[in-house]
């Protein structure tokens, strides 16, 4: 999994293509390297060995090219969060990989997780399935209250794997009506295109304000960002990073978001 925030994203539009051309373009530099140096896939979860190019191609078109394999493994080499995935995918087993993704994130400096000035309450735009969000400290509490995978049961997700399928079809079901061009994104769309309102969302949760408000534009982001993911997985298939969420917090019918590591979820 790996690899998808307000208003202040808007005050540094300007710079935004620049920051994101100039990683595009460090990216594709040590992709390059990365497969002179190793062609042909050895490690657990790479199955591929996907040209540089294929990273801004259509998911579908890549798919095309490796028949058999699912995006997960494609691009396993991108990320550990892909090839544990595809582990996971493989053998039909996710909490492994849940435990991996928090136990990864604990011991890791990952600045969207930041923390600021105390748990925030984000009133939301309207359409959204909830008015207001409260209790939330980073942004992996926002991506997973909505994209709604917390609105699932935490055990299942964890340890039933053909209800873990079920209900990631769904979502992607879902996702295909939210989201602009979704049989045209490509892993690119998820491993550059988020950083400039990700950046924007960290500068929001840790300032001192409780209240904040989230624009469209960052609900957006957060579905794109899913979407990528149902798109690795041809919308078939189990979704990691649902099992991931159940694992690492909750959500109570009135919004308000919780963390295990806070003691505010059950365990599971």
């Known amino acids: ?22 990683a595009s373009a460090v990216w594709q530099l040590q992709l390059q390297s990365a497969l002179s140096a190793n062609s ?22 890549v798919l095309e090219e490796f028949p058999g394999h699912d995006g997960w493994c494609i691009f396993g ?11 996971g995918r493989k053998q039909k087993d996710m909490r492994p990989y849940a435990e991996g993704q928090i136990k990864k994130i604990e011991t890791t400096e990952y600045k969207y997780l930041q923390t600021g000035g105390g748990p925030k309450k984000v009133l939301l ?16 509490d926002l991506f997973c209250a909505l994209n709604g ?33 979704y049989f045209g994104l490509s892993i690119n769309n998820l491993l550059l295109d988020p950083y400039p309102l990700g950046d924007a969302l960290v500068e929001i949760l840790t300032s001192d304000q409780p209240v904040v408000h989230l624009n469209q534009s960052f609900v957006d982001m957060f579905h794109y960002e899913a979407a990528v993911q ?39």
Not at 77 to 87: F, G, L, R
């Open 77 to 87: 080499a991108a990320a550990d969060w892909c090839s544990t995935c595809a582990i």
């Open 1 to 22: 999994m790996a690899h998808a925030v307000f208003f202040l994203f808007l005050c540094s539009l300007s710079l935004a293509h620049e920051c994101q051309d100039e």
């Open 149 to 181: 995978f917390f609105n699932v049961s935490r055990p299942a997700a964890l340890d039933d794997f053909d209800y873990l399928v079920q209900v990631s079809e769904h979502s992607c079901l879902a996702l295909q009506s939210k989201v602009w061009n």
């Open 125 to 140: 735009p309207e359409g959204t399935s909830y008015e207001t969000l409260t209790n939330v400290r980073d942004y992996h």
């Open 230 to 268: 149902c798109r690795l997985g041809n919308d078939k298939g189990a979704l990691c990073v649902i099992s991931y969420c159940a694992l690492r917090g909750c959500m109570g019918p009135d919004g308000a978001v919780g963390q295990i590591k806070h003691g505010e979820c059950p365990p599971v």
């Open 40 to 61: 042909e896939p050895s490690e657990p979860g790479i199955c591929a060995s996907p040209a540089p190019e294929d990273y801004d191609k259509p998911i579908s078109a």
